[in-house]
């Protein structure tokens, strides 16, 4: 289920800028605090596997389609030479990490009074564990864990995800969503057929026992005027509770989209935190903790606190 040919950058970079306008009106900046739940805020580099391996997490597995070596950044500024795995999510081979992961996780606190970006590029998603649909990119495990401000895990929550492909394309097949209302789909698809057949790259998971969904991804890419980003949407009994965004450091974005084989023809993206029009800074609040796991997949995982 590989990707067509995508649009022509004068294309892309259009659309782009009229979704930069759509957003620049809407946006606001996102309000976290980090604390409490033990997090230290550190990020790591090396995966751990709730089951697995003791492989040291510096290749990729046999039963991967392949590896791309590069420097890698995590959010706390450790860098390690690795082999990033290639492929899309068949190449990952280790398990999710046990509920162990988010002891270390950076913590972020989210209003609930700010409803942050839901964009133009959202309509309701589907359940499900592997949001790929057999799309390439560096394979990732995406996991989140939900609790309230005493560090209970909540339960039964649903979080739904939803990011852009490789290309900076976002799926647009709202065939069978009944909340596609405020999706541009010739701006967010820039009218690929491929894209607007698909429903890849969204999912909705409810929270288990320990508060938590997994994901299995693949690390985005970039659109003009934007971060590499992740939206996230939380809601229970149908209500929405809290809508916003994660990103990457921008050291980790740079060495993936200048060494990684599925990102290194378009190169660095043309805007970084700092200019960004929703984070605007690199605090770790908002920012993915980062591990790279034995089979060469990435995992990229935050505790999110709403109260």
Not at 101 to 122: D, I, W
């Amino acid at each position: 289920m590989d990707r067509q040919p995508p649009v022509k950058l004068n294309h892309t970079v259009q659309r782009r800028r009229v979704i930069r306008s759509l957003l620049g009106a809407a946006l606001a900046t996102p309000v976290f605090g980090l604390i409490g739940c033990g997090g230290s805020g550190t990020t790591a580099t090396s995966a751990a596997s709730s089951s697995s391996s003791s492989s040291s997490g510096t290749g990729s597995s046999a039963g991967s389609s392949g590896s791309s070596s590069g420097s890698s950044t995590a959010n706390s500024g450790v860098t390690t030479t690795t082999d990033w795995a290639t492929g899309g999510t068949s190449s990952i081979t280790e398990n999710f990490p046990d509920d162990s992961l988010f002891e270390n996780s950076s913590t972020c606190s989210v209003e609930l009074t700010e409803a942050l970006t839901e964009g133009p590029c959202y309509f309701d998603s589907e359940y499900r564990d592997d949001i790929s649909e057999g799309q390439t990119g560096l394979p990732m495990m995406l996991c989140l864990q939900l609790v309230d401000a005493n560090c209970n895990p909540l339960s039964g929550y649903e979080i739904e995800v939803w990011h852009c492909d490789v290309e900076g394309i976002y799926s647009g097949d709202t065939s069978d969503s009944s909340d596609a209302n405020g999706f541009s789909s010739g701006f967010c698809t820039g009218n690929d057929q491929a894209a607007l057949a698909a429903k890849w790259f969204r999912g909705i998971k409810v929270t288990d026992s320990a508060g938590r969904v997994d994901f299995a991804s693949c690390f985005p890419g970039w659109y003009s005027s934007r971060v590499i980003h992740i939206h996230f949407r939380v809601k229970n009994n149908n209500n929405d509770e809290v809508i916003s965004q994660f990103a990457f450091s921008d050291e980790f974005v740079d060495a993936i989209c200048t060494s990684h084989s599925d990102y290194a023809a378009r190169g660095e993206p043309d805007t970084h935190l700092s200019g960004d029009t929703v984070f605007r800074s690199a605090d770790d609040e908002y920012l993915f903790d980062l591990q790279q796991n034995a089979d060469g997949s990435l995992l990229a995982y935050k505790r999110i606190i709403i109260s």
